[in-house]
Each structure stands twice: as structure tokens, then as C-alpha cells.
């Protein structure tokens, strides 16, 4: 079975500091691991992914994700954020497999930028 | 747009009435999954086809709820006497595998109110 914990429900930061999204998950087999982001009224939009290669994962916008595996943790960075990084983040977790590859969500973070 | 598409984007019902929404995947993508999101709530895995086999279901899908994939392209989701619990954004993503690896891609949902 796998999980995924986000540990905060809500962040917020002025313009221009960091962002930090903590993700902790829980699998029973070697994971896929992945950020999505959600603007209002817009779809799913993947930011990133780990699967198994660098443990240190670049994506779009600047963010970026380290995976621990020792930690089971998968957090998401950004060094400097921006008012249109404003949104929900979901951090998910599936099994590598040939079969369906059916995403477990983290219940979301609601990231507020301020300006 | 070559993206993934959903129809209709909202759709108010009253409880007891049926109502089908519909998914366009990427063109080239042989895999198409079904996900619920209830407010405040990451998505939930629905089903999973493959072409046009329905190969998973969750338990999530009462006997009420019937998904098709007739020619292995678009997709439906039906909901035959709707209740208020089925109220939800419904989003359909799109997949294929490439070199062992999957990534899915998500259309803008359907947003389900029942009266």
C-alpha cells in the first residue's frame, strides 16, 4: 500500500523568499514519485518527477524536489517565489509498473504568495 | 490545443438524474484514467483503461457510475441516479509508456454539482 503525507495544508510567503512544500510518503515497493500543481478553474499541470535516476529533480518554473529515501521524504523547493506560483500542490506517489499506474494524491498544500 | 480535453467543463443536476461527461485524451496515448476530487481533497483513483479494456476499477465505483472506451480513443463517464455525495470535480488523464516510464497528463475536469 502506498501514502503520501503533506505535511502542511497551507503555506504562505512574501514575494521573492523561498518556498519550501514538505511531502513524506510511504511505499511498499521502489515509487514513482511526482508534484503536481493546480491553478483555479485549470487542470493538473506536472511540475516534476522522480523515477529512480537523479535523486535531485529539476522541473518547470524553477522548482525543484529532493528525493531521501532514508527519510521517505520528497520536498519541493524553489528559491525565490514568484505571485503566479500562487496555486494547490499535490505530491504523489505510484508503484513502477507495467500495469496501471494509479496515483495516490497527498490531500494538497495551498500555496499564498504575498506580495 | 493537442492537450487532454473534458466535457462538459460544469454541470448542475438534480438528485435521481443521469448525466455522462466526456474525455478526449492526447491523440497518441493508449491509456486513460478516471479521477474523483472532492473539495479540499486531493484526486481518487476511479478506473483505468487500456485501449479500449476497462483493466481497473476502484472500489470507489458503485454500480451507479459505468466508464466506456468504445474505440479506444474518447472516453465516458456515466452516473446514473445521481446523489449529493456525488457532487465532485471529475478529471480524466491521458498516458502512454515510454521507456518503462509513464507520465500522466490531465485535462481540466468536470465539475459536478447535484441539487
Known amino acids: 500500500a502506498q501514502s503520501v503525507t503533506q505535511l502542511d495544508s497551507h503555506v504562505s510567503v512574501s514575494e521573492g523568499t523561498p518556498v519550501l512544500l514538505r511531502c513524506n510518503y510511504s511505499s511498499s515497493y521502489s515509487p514513482s514519485l511526482f508534484w503536481y500543481v493546480q491553478h483555479p478553474n485549470k487542470g493538473l499541470q506536472l511540475l516534476l518527477k522522480?523515477?529512480?535516476?537523479?535523486?535531485l529533480v529539476k522541473g518547470i518554473n524553477g522548482f525543484e524536489a529532493e528525493f531521501k529515501k532514508s527519510e521517505t521524504s520528497f520536498h519541493l523547493t524553489k528559491p525565490s517565489a514568484h505571485m503566479s506560483d500562487a496555486a494547490e500542490y499535490f505530491c504523489?506517489?505510484?508503484?513502477?509498473?507495467?500495469?496501471?499506474?494509479?496515483?495516490?494524491f497527498g490531500q494538497g498544500t495551498r500555496l499564498t504568495i504575498n506580495p | 490545443d493537442t492537450g487532454v480535453s473534458q466535457n462538459p467543463r460544469h454541470k448542475i443536476t438534480k438528485r435521481g438524474q443521469n448525466v455522462t461527461f466526456r474525455c478526449d485524451p492526447i491523440s497518441e496515448h493508449n491509456r486513460l484514467y478516471w479521477y474523483r476530487q472532492t473539495l479540499g481533497q486531493g484526486p481518487e483513483f476511479l478506473t483505468y483503461?487500456?485501449?479500449?479494456?476497462?483493466?481497473?476499477k476502484s472500489r470507489l465505483l458503485s454500480d451507479r457510475f459505468s466508464a466506456e472506451r468504445p474505440k479506444g480513443s474518447f472516453s465516458t463517464l456515466e452516473i446514473q441516479r445521481t446523489e449529493q455525495g456525488d457532487s465532485a470535480m471529475y478529471l480524466c488523464a491521458s498516458s502512454r509508456m515510454r521507456g518503462g516510464e509513464e507520465t500522466q497528463y490531465f485535462g481540466p475536469g468536470t465539475r459536478l454539482l447535484v441539487l
Open positions: 483503461f487500456q485501449n479500449e479494456a476497462q483493466l481497473e
Open positions: 522522480y523515477t529512480s535516476a537523479a535523486t
Open positions: 504523489v506517489v505510484s508503484p513502477v509498473t507495467e500495469g496501471a499506474q494509479k496515483l495516490v
